[in-house]
């Protein structure tokens, strides 16, 4: 059986980002039509999903990949505003992240040395922070 399943994906797009995220719409779209009370929201998930199947069966390769490019350009400011933040968040236990009141930089002081000068790399100006 696996063997067929390989041979029938051959030639075929598969999975992409832009697969991920329709996937994620029609399930969105499957809650919300949970509790509305008309059924377009559930036409619109069933689209969304035939969409993303025939995507991932198609075999016109170039042409989702075209398109996977475009949806990773449209949403190339989105998802590296959310990277920084999710680096931010992971740096929060080991690191203190102040603003210099000067400039506004971003400064990382490591936790646990006490109160310490911190002078910033951009602007020179000094200021006293608990580590």
């Not at 030639?11 to 008309?38: E, H, M, N």
Request: with cysteine; charged share 25%; proline share 2%.
């Amino acid at each position: 059986m696996k063997d067929k399943f390989i041979r029938f994906m051959q030639g075929r797009y598969g999975a992409d980002q832009l697969g991920r995220f329709l996937s994620g719409v029609s399930v969105a779209l499957l809650v919300v039509s949970l509790f509305a009370r008309t059924q377009i929201w559930f036409v619109l998930a069933v689209a969304v999903l035939v969409y993303n199947y025939f995507r991932m069966f198609s075999r016109n390769i170039r042409k989702r990949y075209e398109e996977n490019q475009r949806y990773l350009s449209l949403t190339a400011g989105i998802r590296q505003a959310f990277a920084r933040k999710r680096s931010e968040l992971s740096q929060l236990k080991e690191y203190h992240i102040y603003r210099c009141p000067g400039c506004k930089q971003k400064i990382r002081i490591p936790r646990g040395r006490g109160r310490i000068e911190i002078r910033c790399p951009k602007c020179g100006a000094t200021f006293v922070k608990k580590s």
